[in-house]
């Protein structure tokens, strides 16, 4: 329409065309309003947008996902001590442990890491190097039959006969 009105008076027809959207529509001046203030507000909606998704980039997903993790909380009260300072790929490999565990018992993920903490519990007054006090003896280890009766977990085939076949890793030192 603006282009429209600065060829005005070569364009006669566009005075019953404005006229003819006065009497259907909006007038032309206010539609124009209309369109100038939503193509102001989308560029500031894409502007907002693109600097939400730099900041969303810059975050650390790691910490932020185990922060707001309930499990991951359950689980850093590990009585070794070990858990927290192991790698964020070994506490990925434990949490993915506990939620298969969790889907197959119908337990909430964080009551499957307090089933391995308590496990690990009664073996507190072990000696530090015991492995038994670390809950990845139940997650991962010997100590996964335990686990499994404490949740009533049905294993897969495949799961069963692997179960408590794995080797004692390095920080175990003794042989439950």
């Not at 185990?66 to 009585?79: I, K, N, T, Y």
Request: hydrophobic share 40%; proline share 4%.
């Amino acid at each position: 329409m603006r282009q429209l009105r600065i060829s005005r008076g070569a364009f006669p027809p566009l005075a019953r065309f404005e006229a003819w959207i006065g009497d259907h529509a909006l007038p032309a001046d206010e539609a124009d309003a209309q369109a100038m203030q939503r193509l102001a507000l989308t560029q500031q909606m894409m502007a907002n947008s693109i600097t939400s998704m730099r900041r969303i980039a810059q975050l650390d997903w790691r910490d932020l996902v185990e922060q707001q993790s309930a499990m991951d909380a359950v689980l850093r009260g590990d009585p070794s001590g070990d858990y927290p300072r192991m790698t964020f790929a070994t506490r990925d490999w434990y949490r993915h442990e506990v939620e298969r565990i969790a889907k197959r018992t119908r337990l909430r993920e964080d009551e499957v890491a307090r089933r391995a903490i308590a496990l690990a519990l009664e073996h507190d007054a072990l000696p530090a190097s015991d492995c038994r006090r670390h809950v990845g003896y139940y997650l991962v280890d010997h100590g996964w039959r335990q686990l499994v009766e404490r949740t009533g977990y049905r294993a897969a085939r495949a799961r069963r006969s692997i179960a408590g076949s794995v080797a004692i890793p390095r920080w175990c030192s003794s042989a439950a």
